[in-house]
């Protein structure tokens, strides 16, 4: 099994910057794609952005030219950079990674999540 374990979450003035991590453990033999997502009270959890193995990344229109998504393979550790913080970017963030096995199935993980919260 794989666990993944989100950290860096806190309270922020809108404005400010906060960095998530996520880091992998387990068995592992290759991460594919890993993804981060939020989901706010009441909302439905909702893509933030995503980054493959080679490091081609998409984000979400909302959070673009503010977030950045990176991610170190040597250490399955992959963070977000936010910055210019809003209120509406409060939510419950959660890491995910789809694991390739030597045997070639894939599957996919969720973190348990991180809260960040933007106060006006």
């Known amino acids: 099994q794989v666990q993944l374990v989100e950290s860096g979450g806190g309270l922020v003035q809108a404005g400010g910057s906060l ?3 996520c880091a992998a453990s387990g068995r592992i033999f290759r991460i594919n794609a890993m993804g981060w997502y939020r989901q706010a ?3 439905q959890r909702q893509l933030v952005a995503t980054i ?3 490091g081609s990344t998409n984000y979400a229109d ?3 030219g503010r977030f950045t998504i990176s991610r170190d393979n040597a250490k399955n550790t992959m963070y977000l ?3 210019s913080l809003k209120p509406e970017d409060t939510a419950v963030y959660y890491c995910n990674a ?3 096995y030597d045997s070639g ?3 996919n993980y969720w973190g348990q999540g991180t809260q960040v919260t933007v106060s006006s």
Do not use: F
């Open 98 to 100: 789809n694991v390739m």
């Open 62 to 64: 909302d959070v673009k």
């Open 19 to 21: 960095t998530l991590s």
């Open 52 to 54: 493959t193995s080679g």
């Open 81 to 83: 950079q936010m910055n």
């Open 41 to 43: 009270p009441g909302k």
């Open 105 to 107: 199935n894939r599957y």
